[in-house]
């Protein structure tokens, strides 16, 4: 199998030993993304559909550096800090989307990298 990382400047650096994406077999797998400002590496947090639309820009640079968009996405997984952040976080990842609309499971737990409150990460087919 071969693989191909993906890395854009427009998105943040990984803060860890990952890939921020990896093209295989036909599919790109794009790490999960946190409200990282790529050009300050300061956190995006003043209110929660702040934090989700910097999270999607995130995603959204890296598909486009490997030359796809949200239209490609079959997957998604939401992490949540708290499911009382449901409604705005959903309404946010909604205007990314059009039409035929990705599966997805959206999940709450208990800590996320930074103590942010929302890490997404998305499959695309290629």
């Known amino acids: 199998m071969e693989k191909t990382i993906i890395q854009t400047p427009e998105a943040p650096e990984p803060i860890g030993p990952y890939s921020q994406a990896v093209k295989a077999n036909g599919f790109l797998f ?23 639309r910097r999270v ?12 796809i968009g949200f239209s490609h996405v079959v997957k998604t997984t939401i992490f949540l800090s708290d499911m009382s952040h449901f409604g705005t976080v ?37």
């Open 30 to 52: 794009v790490s999960g993304q946190i409200a990282l400002d790529p050009k300050t590496g300061e956190l995006v947090c003043s209110d929660i559909e702040s934090e989700t």
């Open 56 to 67: 999607m820009d995130n995603l959204k640079a890296v598909l486009a550096t490997a030359g």
């Open 90 to 126: 959903n309404e946010v990842y909604g205007k990314y989307f059009t039409g035929k609309y990705p599966a997805r499971e959206t999940v709450a737990v208990k800590t996320l990298p930074k103590n942010v409150n929302v890490e997404i990460s998305v499959i695309a087919a290629l």
